[in-house]
């Protein structure tokens, strides 16, 4: 499934997913798979579980960031950054 991040704590490492008109998806840091933290508004792929009746994001990533994946994260000649990771 994809979409967007609608909210995130970092002092808490975690957030919601967007759901549509549904209830948001809880992810928590441990299911972030390319990144530490998600930034709200940005794409993620992930998998939709079902915990203690309430929607759960497992195996999360965030979309479009294969180009940056062997990048060491410094601006050369106007590189641009992974959309949703603070570096």
Known sequence: M???VKKWFRDKDTGFLDNGNGPDIRV???DLTNCQFLKVGATVEF???INKQKLTAKKV???GQ???KNSK???QGG???PFGVMT
């Open 66 to 68: 294969n180009k940056f």
């Open 28 to 30: 928590s840091k441990a």
């Open 73 to 75: 994260n410094r601006n």
């Open 47 to 49: 998998e939709c579980h």
């Open 79 to 81: 590189q641009n950054f």
């Open 2 to 4: 994809q979409t967007t």
């Open 61 to 63: 990533k965030l979309i």
